[in-house]
């Protein structure tokens, strides 16, 4: 797949092994359209396919990350369908794309500056990390105008930082700086504005020399326990104990180890 051009709605760059998307309507303040969504969906299957790719960071153009959904582009963009109706497709394909990005079986990131709201909000949460610049503000916005998260903020929001920080932020309309959201657990880590991409590819760095096979699975892990009853979970982390058992890059670590040398993974 090739990147977009400069114009295009998500600039799309592969940095080393790093796929960088970028929202591009700074003017918007990078609100989501319909055509953003079928890229971020392209890029998913990208990130899924291409084993160069060990992960994955989202950033916006201009002053903001993003404000949220763009609802005229995607009342305009509609051909059929009462406003409700119009509504819920563009969510529940939106939905789909989040999950996509949620389940990625590689590290991925929200690199945040400016303001980030409502859809936006709903977008960095599917992220396993959200790095901000000193200079970010953080929103659920949607009760200004009456509005309901549809992006799963509803449930993404409140299994990171609790019901009633989410509630307070839902009800209020408030905005959080980056370090009340680092104090609440919204965000991982706070960098200076201009060391904010600089501090998103030293994290990534540190997981890059790990077995790919290895990140993903544990990523599974992580995400199904939330779903599962405990000791479910704990069986199923056995299962997958045994089933990695056989992987090579389990026991080329092992290997590794034993000799006292780097080693050095397949992802498989």
């Known amino acids: ?86 509504l819920r497709r563009f969510l529940l394909e939106a939905g789909k794309v989040f999950t996509r990005l949620e389940q990625l079986p590689v590290p991925t990131v929200a690199a945040i500056h400016g303001v980030t709201l409502a859809g936006g909000l709903e977008l960095a949460l599917c992220c396993d990390f959200i790095l901000a610049s000193n200079q970010a503000k953080f929103g659920e916005g949607h009760a200004k105008y009456a509005q309901l998260p549809g992006g799963g903020g509803s449930v993404r929001l409140p299994r990171r930082i609790g019901a009633a920080r989410t509630k307070y932020l839902m009800f209020t309309g408030s905005l959080l700086n980056a370090e009340q959201a680092q104090q609440w657990g919204l965000v991982d880590q706070v960098a200076d504005g201009a060391a904010l991409h600089n501090e998103v590819e030293a994290l990534l760095a540190r997981c890059a020399d790990k077995s790919p096979i290895g990140i993903a699975r544990m990523k599974a892990l992580v995400a199904q326990g939330f779903e599962q009853p405990l000791e479910m979970a704990l069986r199923a982390e056995i299962d997958m104990c045994e089933l990695h058992s056989h992987s090579h890059d389990r026991n080329e670590g092992l290997a590794a180890f034993a000799a006292k040398r780097q080693p050095v993974y397949a992802g498989q």
């Open 1 to 86: 797949m090739s990147s977009p051009s400069p114009t295009s709605p998500l600039h799309v760059e592969q940095r080393g092994t790093v796929l960088w998307l970028t929202l591009n309507r700074p003017e918007a303040f990078n609100a989501l359209t319909p055509a953003i969504m079928r890229e971020l969906d392209a890029c998913c299957t990208r990130a899924e396919q291409d084993r160069s790719i060990q992960a994955v960071v989202i950033a916006g153009a201009g002053a903001a990350f993003c404000a949220g959904a763009d609802l005229k582009a995607v009342m305009e963009e509609s051909q059929s369908g009462e406003q409700g109706q119009v």
